[in-house]
């Protein structure tokens, strides 16, 4: 019985330095990695459908690839298509349905303003509200606290800054929630979305000798 309590104690110590912790010295990191001072202050198109955001993250990678080869992969992207490409098995835990491709589909290309992408069989969907063939792509989730843009960047060298911004609305959550989503869902975030950005980064750069298809219309 002293063993148990010895390791709750210790557990809730350890929990408690953690929330100390966390947001003074390691929230920045998790919210901005691998962006640059100027990318995580800069606007994207689609900031202003959150204009007030409780969580704003930008991450970003470099692609050595141009934007011509990363647009097909990002457009492709959502459950029962072309996957999130990052770990697989920890969306389908939740019945996200996501199976990360390896090549490009052409059956999912043709992507424009308006569609509508459901994150799993029976959960919340995404809207594209912004689609800039090679530029920009900006979705927002149907409860409208949730909007995610990618927007891409050419570089001097003939690569690409590939960045990925969320933008996130919880107005009303008591505060237990948001404690719990700056805790826990935003560094679980970062294991997911770097994953995800180091996978388009791989893919992109091996067939980036490809010819393309068809990109996607920007209309609506």
């Avoid at 996501?98 to 799993?120: F, N, T």
């Avoid at 690569?159 to 719990?180: F, Q």
Wanted: hydrophobic content about 45%; overall charge negative; glycine content about 8%.
């Amino acid at each position: 019985m002293k063993r148990r309590v010895t390791w709750a104690l210790t557990a809730a110590g350890v929990g408690a330095a953690l929330a100390a912790t966390y947001p003074l010295l390691l929230r920045d990191r998790c919210l901005h990695w691998g962006a640059t001072p100027d990318e995580v202050i800069r606007e994207l198109p689609g900031d202003d459908l959150i204009p007030d955001p409780d969580v704003l993250a930008t991450r970003a990678v470099a692609v050595d690839a141009p934007p011509a080869a990363i647009w097909p992969w990002l457009v492709q992207m959502g459950s029962g298509r072309g996957g999130a490409y990052t770990y697989d098995w920890i969306e389908n835990l939740f019945g996200l349905d996501m199976h990360s491709a390896d090549r490009i589909l052409p059956e999912y290309q043709d992507l424009k303003v308006g569609d509508v992408l459901p994150i799993g069989a029976d959960g919340p969907s995404m809207t594209v509200e912004i689609l800039e063939p090679e530029r920009v792509l900006c979705l927002r989730a149907g409860n409208l606290e949730w909007v995610w843009t990618f927007a891409l960047y050419p570089t001097t060298d003939g690569g690409t800054r590939l960045i990925s911004r969320n933008l996130i609305a919880t107005p009303d959550a008591p505060a237990l929630r948001r404690l719990y989503n700056t805790l826990f869902l935003e560094p679980g975030s970062l294991v997911m979305e770097r994953k995800m950005l180091l996978g388009i980064k791989e893919r992109a750069e091996r067939t980036a000798g490809d010819r393309p298809p068809a990109v996607a219309r920007a209309t609506g």
